[in-house]
């Protein structure tokens, strides 16, 4: 750095200036204006999805996503909430933002609504940084730690395995099948469960891997049963093998098996994965960046977790914004290993609801972002075709009538 750039980073530091301007280039620097506020947020509910946009007064808007099944009403309202503690503010200044719109309101960002509606607007922001300075959002996190993202998708049976293979994809995701429909029995059908697991060895072979998500729908001892089945095909990781809130019962099973386990869609910020990284209880973290708390927040969390050894898979089961918010992350964070697909197979209407965005696939690889921002927009005329429907999740229930985990 010669002393030009140096007396430039030392001043910018002692402004308080935000610290990406500091590993920037001047050519780069020079392409952010000055005075950018923030003037207003606009919500918008399509199909079961909430988006936000958020305006400024120099004319470049940023889009963000968060939302949850069957919650995507107070999701909204919850982003609308959060327009107090940030207009009028600085557009750029995302760090002071987020801590803001997490700190200010006293009852902290705890939760799925409220850290999702956080997630949305820090999403939108970033875009907005992006697009302001004609680059990727990943190049303003460090820039790029690999060439290309690995990605799965989500599939059942050994006739799932071939087509994810046909299409040059290396991995698959599946669910154990705990029940006929709505009814779940006791006892579970184990022999069924990881009979499917073996199938799909058997389609896959070993060069391809199976990773098979329990969405919290086993109790411990269901867990525990279903681990030491599945364990002879070596599976990549099972995902949310029992419910988040006792991590002592992870710990517990994590003790007990040799299949790697994977958790974290339903935590959320650093402070939400602080205990389950610094205890090793898993060997992937799942943030999902529509949730976790946004961009940078996912990135915390997976600095936490490369400091332990432990790797990352995201979650991402929302659209295409999720997906491009979640590669983002991916490309410039070195242990971010795979990453879930989530809806970003192209139909007439999303390619129309996001101007026909396209995200290159080959050989079981992502290509990285290459637009200014997150790298897609909301068409807004498409987006009221299509109205609010609640994503309610089936409620499963035991042969007894009492209630299973959905």
Not at 21 to 40: C, H, M, Q
Not at 107 to 115: A, D, K, M, T
Not at 270 to 290: A, T
Request: charged fraction near 25%; include cysteine; proline fraction near 5%.
């Amino acid at each position: 750095m010669d002393r030009r750039k140096f007396l430039r980073s030392a001043a910018l530091a002692a402004a308080g200036a935000p610290f990406w301007l500091e590993i920037l280039n001047e050519d780069v620097y020079a392409k952010l204006p000055s005075g950018i506020r923030i003037t207003k947020l606009r919500t918008f509910l399509v199909k079961s999805w909430v988006f936000v946009k958020v305006y400024t007064n120099k004319g470049v808007v940023g889009l963000g996503e968060g939302a949850i099944a069957g919650r995507e009403a107070s999701i909204a309202a919850a982003i609308k909430e959060l327009e107090h503690y940030i207009v009028g503010k600085d557009a750029t200044a995302i760090e002071f933002l987020w801590q803001a719109m997490y700190r200010w309101p006293r009852w902290r960002g705890g939760g799925p609504i409220l850290n999702s509606a956080v997630s949305a607007i820090e999403i939108a922001l970033w875009d907005i940084l992006g697009k302001l300075l004609d680059v990727p959002i990943y190049q303003l996190l460090g820039g790029a730690a690999r060439n290309r993202i690995r990605v799965y998708i989500h599939g059942t049976g050994g006739e799932a395995v071939s087509k994810a293979k046909a299409q040059g994809l290396t991995a698959i995701k599946t669910g154990p099948p705990v029940g006929k429909g709505v009814v779940v029995k006791r006892p579970w059908n184990l022999r069924r469960a990881a009979a499917l697991i073996q199938k799909m060895r058997e389609a896959a072979g070993d060069d391809f891997d199976i990773m098979t998500d329990a969405h919290g729908k086993l109790n411990p001892v269901m867990a525990l049963e279903y681990a030491n089945a599945i364990e002879p095909y070596r599976v990549m990781f099972l995902e949310e093998p029992i419910q988040v809130e006792d991590l002592d019962m992870l710990a517990w099973l994590g003790n007990r098996t040799k299949v790697p386990l994977a958790m974290g869609e339903r935590q959320f910020t650093k402070f939400g994965f602080k205990e389950m990284i610094s205890r090793h209880l898993v060997s992937y973290v799942q943030p999902d960046v529509v949730h976790a708390g946004g961009i940078l927040e996912t990135k915390k969390i997976a600095a936490m977790a490369e400091a332990h050894f432990i790797d990352v898979a995201p979650h991402n089961h929302q659209s295409l914004v999720n997906t491009l918010a979640s590669l983002h992350v991916d490309a410039c964070t070195p242990n971010c290993v795979i990453q879930e697909r989530g809806f970003w197979i192209q139909n007439d209407w999303l390619n129309d609801l996001f101007y026909g965005v396209e995200i290159p696939l080959t050989d079981g690889y992502s290509a990285l972002p290459d637009k200014p921002g997150l790298g897609c927009d909301l068409d807004e005329e498409v987006a009221a075709k299509y109205p609010y429907e609640p994503g309610y999740r089936a409620p499963i229930v035991f042969e007894d009538g009492s209630v299973f985990d959905s």
